[in-house]
């Protein structure tokens, strides 16, 4: 995931070995000798650096294929420093670093080169003291490794802070390399010493980008099996999840049906400042004996069928010590990272039964505003400290409490009644696929509604209103997110008649249940 982009770096991109031009793109190190003034045989290019840390949550179920490279005891660093030293390396075959003079002109416009020189300060590159690889990132896991992604010839608006991303290319890593000034052998330590100090080969990696692609949670689907849209397959594949979740929460089938429309909830579209698509839930009467048994199999489940999960118990003292949101700190001209900085598609569960009274300090009251801006507007506010600026998310929100819930208030609200306390049956790893298949592709479709079947849903929201004149237009936005939900859960891409009495059959005993609970 792109935790934070740190602009431009300047490098020398061609040089003149003799009468030979050399290249130096897509490596650390120069390959040949070459003198370290400015002279008319030297070109300076420039590459955009990214700071990219393993996505947030993911769960263990997801496999690494990278996995190798990004463990340090796998790597052999002694070869590529002996390599540094050897400028008559035969083995090096010479045509893979020369350039012609029309590539090196050529270059100079596609690469935006500086025409009249170097007319920026190298030691402007925005940069960070980390101390060490994993200090950016909170709960960081600390047996991978973060990594400087340096991109050659994209469009910046191809990538995105918080995308997640597959990058391929020359990747470098050296966890015996010395830091070393003097060095001339090193292209950091010509333009910008302060990326090499603050983050140097021996913590961060390196990664010269030659092509990369932006990743869906369908991509983190490992092994999905090889399925058709069928109706009557997907309709298998719900009722089994759908038993499946029901058996977790107590054999509660509303809950169920309610969690189930949860999960596959996105925002697919904004108007305004509406999130249209989200459906936060918040499941009511749990207590600390229901949260240990219920709460603990609905983590445990979320876990086996969701790439990216996480869990914030929510307590005064944790709102009132916790940053939630990404704030610049100027003094290393980086963004510190916060628990909100979630990539899209991210599940997020707010535990609030242990929340008791207390007194929130300034922390503690921004906290609670993100929290309820993230639920409300699907955006998370990054703090700039002279300004804010909101970043759009994608986040699935679950909140779990006692009652309903004053701090964060969810699109559905729905007392939890379990009837029993069934254990459940172990799942096989084909079915875990299948469902996590199921939830990943019904998300991704898109969905319509027929000219005919709208009139039938403005007629049904219009009596609806004159039966209850307290119905506000979020109401009939968040039956319509229901209604939508409910045909996607079935694989269907259009709204049928069936599927909207569904979805109001379910709505009304949402409300039945609340008003029971008064």
């Known amino acids: ?38 002279s008319p045989d030297m070109r300076v290019w420039e590459r955009r650096l990214l700071y990219c840390v393993p996505v947030p949550g993911q769960n263990s179920w997801i496999e690494h294929s990278s996995e190798s490279l990004l463990n340090p005891s796998s790597i052999s660093s002694s070869p590529q420093r002996e390599k540094r030293h050897r400028e008559d390396d035969t083995a090096i075959n010479d045509m893979d670093m020369q350039v012609t003079n029309e590539e090196v002109h050529a270059s100079t416009s596609n690469k935006k080169m500086r025409e009249d020189g170097i007319t920026s300060n190298p030691g402007d590159t925005p940069t960070a003291d980390i101390g060490s690889a994993t200090s950016v990132l909170p709960y960081f896991d600390r047996t991978s490794l973060p990594c400087l992604v340096k991109i050659y010839d994209s469009p910046e608006s191809d990538l995105k802070l918080n995308d997640v991303f597959e990058f391929i290319g020359v990747f470098t890593f050296d966890p015996e390399f010395p830091v070393d000034k003097n060095d001339n052998n090193d ?67 509303v809950a169920a049906n309610f969690m189930l429309l949860h999960l596959l909830s996105k925002v697919h579209a904004r108007v305004d ?42 307590t005064v003292d944790y709102l009132n010590k916790t940053h939630l949101a990404p704030k610049k700190d100027y003094q290393t001209n980086r963004l510190a990272s916060g628990i909100l900085q979630l990539a ?24 609670a505003r993100v929290l309820k801006c993230l ?19 994608d986040i699935q929100l679950l909140v779990l409490s006692e009652g309903k819930s004053n701090i964060l208030p969810a699109d559905l609200v729905l007392p939890f009644r379990p009837l029993s306390v069934d254990a459940a049956q172990d799942v096989e790893i084909e ?24 009139k039938f849903v403005e007629d049904d929201l219009v ?21 939508r939900l409910v045909s996607l859960s079935f694989g269907e891409t259009s709204l049928t008649l069936e599927h909207w009495q569904m979805a109001k059959e379910l709505e009304r005993l949402r409300k039945e249940r609340l008003q029971g609970s008064l």
């Open 431 to 454: 079915v875990l696929r299948s469902w996590r298949w199921y939830l990943a592709t019904m998300r991704s479709l898109s969905h319509s509604i027929a000219q005919e079947m709208q």
């Open 375 to 393: 639920l409300e507007w699907q955006k998370v506010e990054y703090d700039f400290t002279y300004y804010k600026m909101d970043m759009p998310a």
């Open 344 to 367: 899209e598609g991210s599940h997020l569960t707010i535990d609030e039964t242990q929340l008791q009274a207390g007194t929130l300090n300034s922390t503690g009251i921004e906290n």
């Open 187 to 253: 292209l950091e330590s010509i333009l910008d010493d302060d990326t090499r100090i603050q983050m140097p080969p021996s913590k961060v990696p390196r990664l010269h980008c030659l092509i990369h692609r932006k990743l869906s949670t369908q991509d983190f689907i490992t092994g999905s099996p090889t399925l058709e849209l069928k109706s009557q397959l997907m309709k298998a594949i719900r009722e089994a999840l759908l038993g499946h979740l029901t058996t977790i929460l107590g054999n509660d089938g």
């Open 463 to 483: 009596a609806a209103r004159q039966a209850d004149r307290n119905l506000s237009g979020l109401d009939f936005s968040r039956l319509l997110t229901m209604g």
């Open 273 to 314: 400042s509406i999130a249209v698509g989200k459906l936060s839930l918040n499941l009511t009467c749990f207590n600390k004996e229901t949260l240990s048994v219920y709460g603990h199999r609905l983590n445990l489940v979320l876990k086996n069928l969701l790439p990216f999960t996480h869990c914030v118990p929510l």
């Open 1 to 38: 995931m792109i935790q934070d982009m740190l602009g431009n770096e300047l490098y020398v991109g061609t040089y003149k070995d003799g009468e030979t031009w050399r290249t130096n793109k897509f490596g650390d190190f120069f390959q040949f000798p070459m003198a370290t003034d400015s």
